[in-house]
């Protein structure tokens, strides 16, 4: 019943955020699965990530639906973030797994804070460097890479760090920047999924994994409709709070376990 329990927590959380903000189901899925069940890191983000694969593509079809989907002038940072995702997930297997279970941990409380930050900040237009010549072409290839890696070797900030760069580098409206996101995730997360269970040589524990899937998928669908009708400050704010409570609870408990 533990189990249960947790998994439909751990899907809550990253089906939210990944309907609210396009960000990675791992940020909450393998921290949880790490804190609070004692599973090996690696298996973690391998479900976390396999979770998304369905979330990201519920999350997509709706933006899609909505005409909130551009991949016109993201197909280099497309290419790029597949494949410096697989050697993400590659080095990660030569870091100890409870390093890595460590930096799931704190990755979830510092985006939590990041979020409610933002929804904070005055939602004022900002003026972003219009980018022009080889710095254009070149930009989004080399934030790709760095995405890409970040998301294979711990599962989480592609859809964050994706967000991010489509909105102040080719400045895509923030719900088509989300939208465009998710949609590259959904093959982000299946290139990291297959990689770590490849490379952890077990499959992973199917009541979990199913679980996580469904779970994540029910509550992306749910926090994708609000968001194409929500404001980017409401959006924020909740994915903070969220991701936030997650976060100091997963902290707390590792620190009862240790004492």
Known sequence: METVLICIIAGMGAGLGTGFAGMSAAVVISPMLVSFLGMNAFEAIGIALASDVLASAASAYTYGKNKNIDLKRSKSLFV?????????????????????????VYGCVLMGINFLMKSFKDEAPKQHKEYTGIWKKLLPILCGALIGFICGFIGAGGGIMMLMLLTAVLHYELKTAVGTSVFIMTFTALFGATSHFALNGVFPDVTVLLLCISSTLFFATLGARFANKAQPKVLNRATGIVLLTLGVFMVASQYITAL
């Open 80 to 104: 790029s973030v597949l494949v410096f995702t697989l050697i993400g997930a590659f080095v990660a297997h030569l870091v100890p797994a409870t390093t890595m279970g460590d930096f799931t």
